[in-house]
């Protein structure tokens, strides 16, 4: 995955939400580890919250930063799995205008090749609301590294090449403007 040298990289501002009903900021290995991941790549670390796994909860955090103009992109830990309490995905499906499907297939492609069939437990999505990207990761280590390390630093470099989603955080609000 090339990485133009040449071109001007633009940093990002990227909230950290993980969500559990356990962890606090002491505990929070995921969350952590995707706090460093964001700032060593040169990307500002805006806000890290935890909320427990209520639905509302998500769902108000993620539209409080949706309209916060300092906020480009929110990345969540936690909450992705198919068990009672995991409700990160619909929370997130709640506020998302566009999906990028491709995200999630991505995300357990490579996960696969780590984890097998497993990865079928895994309902990591990202999507596109208000202008501001968002991620739903699960809440491993491992998932946050292989999301960070093999999709997101990549995606989220303006440098990279063929494409990234940088640059195109400029066009997002396109259809807002119509309105």
């Known amino acids: 995955m090339p990485i133009d040298e040449s071109l001007t990289f633009l940093p990002v501002n990227i909230a950290v939400l993980t969500v559990s009903d356990t962890r606090d900021l002491s505990t929070d290995r995921s969350g952590q580890i995707l706090a460093e991941r964001i700032e060593a790549a040169g990307h500002r670390l805006v806000e890290r919250r935890i909320v427990k796994d209520e639905a509302d909860a998500i769902e108000a955090l993620l539209r409080g930063w949706i309209a916060d103009p300092q906020v480009d992109c929110v990345i969540s830990t936690g909450g992705t799995g ?3 309490r995991d409700v990160t ?4 499906a709640r506020v998302i205008e566009k999906e990028i499907t491709g995200f999630g297939e991505l995300f357990r492609m490579l996960s696969y090749a ?7 437990q895994s309902r990591a999505i990202g999507g596109v609301a208000g202008g501001t990207y968002l991620f739903a990761l699960p809440g491993s280590s491992g998932a946050v590294k292989d999301a960070w390390d093999d999709i997101l630093r990549f995606q989220l470099d303006s440098r990279h090449r063929p494409c990234n989603l940088v640059e195109l955080m400029p066009r997002l609000k396109e259809h807002l403007k119509a309105a």
């Open 82 to 84: 198919i068990t009672g």
């Open 89 to 92: 995905p619909e929370a997130f």
């Open 114 to 120: 780590k984890i097998g069939t497993s990865t079928i």
